[in-house]
């Protein structure tokens, strides 16, 4: 089984709808991240959390939220998807030598 | 704004020939330092880290790190057609990774 678990693998969705995507790890890391990947962007950082109770906002917070439910679960929520937040999303954990370790990826697209 | 730079490129290079790929970084207090290799449509996978001065060498990867010019590189000996990717460069600056966009780099037979 995967050390960083994402799902759905694969999401389209309409302009307007909630989604939320999930992420779950069995690495016992405390710090976990989202990204998106455009091409020829890089990975932009969304949010991330150093533990349950710390949630901090990234390079590109605006229209997404999330939930840091465990030490191993960590969600994504877009709360009203629109088109130019089609993107590659991934989420990612590190231990303390900064090391960060990625999910499969979520390819969304937002019709 | 903390900045991680590399030539986007594709890089082409003959197979079993070395690979360099470079890249330049802006916060002079960065003090870890990562290349990370992509495949089409998967995630990056970590292949080396580097936190001090010098040369550190693992298999055909060598990662070099010259802090006082603030740029760190990548070394693939012996390319393989395998080793065509995506390279992303990323340095630790303020609590988090700041990402370079990559450099493909494609291995011709």
């Known amino acids: ?111 | 704004q903390k900045e991680v730079e590399q030539n986007s490129g594709p890089l082409s290079v003959p197979e079993g020939a070395i690979a360099s790929l470079n890249c330049t970084y802006s916060d002079r207090g960065s003090q870890s330092f990562f290349w990370y290799r992509q495949y089409s449509g998967k995630s990056p996978e970590l292949i080396m880290s580097i936190y001090s001065n010098g040369d550190k060498e693992d298999g055909r990867f060598t990662a070099q790190l010259n802090k006082a010019s603030q740029y760190v590189s990548l070394l693939i000996r012996d390319s393989q057609p395998s080793d065509s990717a995506t390279y992303l460069c990323a340095v630790h600056s303020n609590y988090q990774l700041i990402w370079g966009a990559g450099t493909k780099l494609i291995i011709k037979p």
């Open chain 1, 1 to 111: 089984d995967a050390d960083v678990t994402q799902t759905p693998r694969n999401r389209i969705t309409k302009t307007g709808k909630r989604i939320m995507l999930e992420c779950s790890q069995t690495k016992g890391h405390d710090r976990m991240y989202w990204y998106r990947q455009d091409p020829g962007l890089g990975l932009r950082l969304i949010y991330y959390s150093f533990d349950v109770k710390d949630i901090n906002k990234g390079e590109i917070s605006d229209g997404y939220s999330v939930s840091r439910q465990a030490q191993a679960k960590f969600s994504l929520s877009l709360e009203s998807a629109i088109p130019n937040q089609t993107a590659l999303y991934f989420c990612a954990t590190s231990d303390r030598s900064d090391k960060v370790y990625f999910g499969a990826g979520t390819r969304l697209s937002v019709l």
